[in-house]
Every structure is written in C-alpha cells, then in structure tokens.
C-alpha cells in the first residue's frame, strides 16, 4: 500500500511523514534529518542544506519534489500546508513527542490533525522482490559470520569479545551494521532471553546462545543459534534443546498464508506446553523484520489478529529458559509464501557441541 492509499482511506487531505523508518520506504530518503508532505495530488520532501543534493538523488525517482529550506524545516512545512488548502493532516502520532505535537497545532493553525496509528507502519509489512533480496543479502553476511566464530568459542574469551569479532567479521562482508545491540549470553546468561554479550568469560559445560544480526543497504537480518560448549552435556541439556528445536521446526513447517499470527504462536507453545516447559516461554514466538529489527506483524498471543501474508517477513524464534541453568532459543527469518514459508538462513539448527 502507498501513501496515497493511506490519504484516501483515512479520507485525508495529505500526511506528513516524519518517522526516519517511513521516511526511508516511502521517500527512498536515508538520511538523518527531513520531513515530507504527501497530498492527494503532489509530493514534497524538505531538507535543509546537508541533504538537499542527496534528497534529489533519493526522493525525485520516488516522485516527491525536494524543498531546500535554510534554517527551520517545519516553517516552510506550514507554508505548503497552508498554500494546500489543507483542511485534514495526517501525523505520525506514534512517533511525535507532546512537545511536537504543540508546535504543530500552533504553527498549521485550524488545520484537524489526524493520528495515523499504526497504519503507515502496516503498509511496510508486505515486502517486494527488491526488499526481500536485500533482506536474505542480510541474513546471508549473519550466517557467514556466524560459521567464522565458532571457532574463537574457548575457554577465557570474553562474551563481549565475540561479540566484537562477530560484529566486525559482519561488517567485513558488508553489512552496514549490527541490526541490534548483540546478545552473547553463555552458561547461566542464557536464561536470561535478552542477555547482552557482557565481560562474562566463556566457560565450560553450558550453552551459548547467540542472538544477532545485520542491517544491509537498510534492511535487517535477526538470527539465534545455541551451542553447548563442553566435553558432557547432561540430559537435561539435551532435553531442553531438543524441546525447542522441534518447537522451532514444528512452527516452522506450519507457517503460511492465510494464517492468523496468533494461530501460529499458538503451534510452537502448545508443544513446549505440553513438554512440560509453558512457564520457560514467557515471550511471543516472533516479529516482522525489514528496515526496523522490529515490526510488523507481531507473532504473539496477544497481538492484534494480523493474517500472515504471502512475502511478509518474520522471525520464528521460541525458547526456554531456567533461572540458574540455563536457555536455549533458535531464530530463523522467514519468507511466508502460499502454502508454505521459505527459511531464509542457512546455518544448521541441529545441536552444535563444541569441546
Ligand atoms: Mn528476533
């Protein structure tokens, strides 16, 4: 869906899109500072000096006229408003502070500010064939990353050392950055779901869990693989492990169009239920991924009913976790299709045991 869809179902005389993410899909424009107007029947983008020639170059072939403004962008912003005769605006209300949202009754005057929700953030959740090669470019450098740091998994190596070799073998192979702060959580860490790769030395006979990934030209890549790292896992391990591997694979193999998000949470947390483990699962099994790590659609329990969609993006990642042993979790990124659902990365999912 494009802008225009938005002003016309909302029955909008125009949006202005401020939030750096829609800026970027709806504009093309990847810099840091920069407003567009979109109207019924024309499409601005103001910049200020640092982003004008650039903005030309990004915005122009997506069909906004760029508006070079010297000093403060939302005057000029008040100007087309104005001259537009716009009577009903869309605004990022998700996005804009209190503060802003003051300024901008003041300076559009009589103008009805309508907020926007979630909607422009909707229209990013079916992805193009561009969006989807650049997203599997992403998860490609992640799993290549990956298989050049099991090796430097030893004794006395810092989790932030990994973390940092991890990072910096992404970016060798391209990518723009990390997509999120990474997560290197080994031994009793890896109870913790979202344990940030701390000073914590690597030790013996305990899991690693690794949760990263990359941006590339913009789009992100999210993946999750555990190892054992030791010479005698225990049962308890192995039981663990292999509870969520085949909730992974079981939600997985279900995934596919037509499919309510909840429908499909349900599939991976119903197994792990009835292992035994329903109180160790304690976040939704998954989330949209593209030009934000996080987004639409949510794959919980408690999201609101969003279908999945042919070439919607998203994460399949359950797991357990146990104060004071010890968590697993596996995350794949997934292309949903008609019947089905493509994986996208390649790194195996079966047990790694390093000694
Ligand atoms: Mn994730």
Same mark, same amino acid.
């Given at each position: 869906m494009g802008i225009c869809d938005v002003i016309e179902e909302k029955e909008l005389d125009g949006v202005l899109i401020t939030n750096l993410s829609n800026l970027r899909y709806f504009t093309g424009f990847t810099g840091t500072t920069g407003v567009a107007l979109a109207l019924k029947d024309a499409k601005f983008f103001f910049a200020d000096f640092r982003y004008v020639e650039q903005a030309k170059k990004q915005v122009v072939p997506r069909g906004y006229l760029v508006v070079g403004v010297e000093r403060d962008l939302l005057n000029k912003v008040t100007e087309y408003i104005k001259d537009g005769g716009i009577k009903k605006l869309g605004i990022e209300d998700l996005d804009v502070s209190v503060a802003k949202y003051r300024v901008y009754q003041e300076k559009f005057g009589g103008v009805e500010l309508i907020g926007l929700g979630d909607s422009l953030l909707k229209c990013r959740m079916v992805k193009t064939e561009e969006e989807l090669n650049l997203i599997k470019k992403a998860a490609e450098i992640a799993d290549e990353a990956f298989s050049k740091i099991l090796? %430097?998994?030893?004794?006395?190596?810092s989790e932030k050392e990994l973390a940092n070799e991890l990072e910096y073998e992404m970016k060798k192979l391209g990518a723009d950055d990390k997509s999120f702060e990474t997560i290197i959580a080994s031994n009793y860490r890896s109870a913790m779901p979202h344990g940030v790769a701390s000073e914590k030395l690597i030790e013996k006979e305990g899991f690693v869990k690794f949760d990263f990934g990359c941006f590339y030209k913009g789009y992100a890549s999210d993946m999750t693989r555990t190892v054992y790292y030791g010479d005698s896992i225990s049962s308890k391990h192995l039981e663990v492990y292999n509870t969520v591997l085949e909730a992974q694979k079981l939600a997985v193999s279900k995934? %596919?169009?037509?499919?309510?998000v909840k429908e499909l949470d349900k599939v991976a947390r119903d197994y792990i239920i009835q292992k035994g483990y329903g109180e160790n699962f304690g976040h939704g099994l998954g989330h949209g991924i593209g030009l934000e790590i996080h987004e639409y659609p949510y794959v919980s329990s408690?999201?609101?009913n969003i279908v999945l969609q042919e070439n919607m993006v998203v994460t399949i990642e359950p797991g357990i976790y146990i104060e004071g042993f010890g968590g697993v979790r596996i995350e794949d990124d997934v292309i949903i299709k008609k019947d089905g659902c493509e994986i996208i990365n390649k790194t195996s999912k079966e047990l790694i045991v390093i000694k």
């Open positions: 090796p %430097k998994i030893k004794e006395g190596v995934a %596919k169009a037509g499919m309510e408690n999201a609101e």
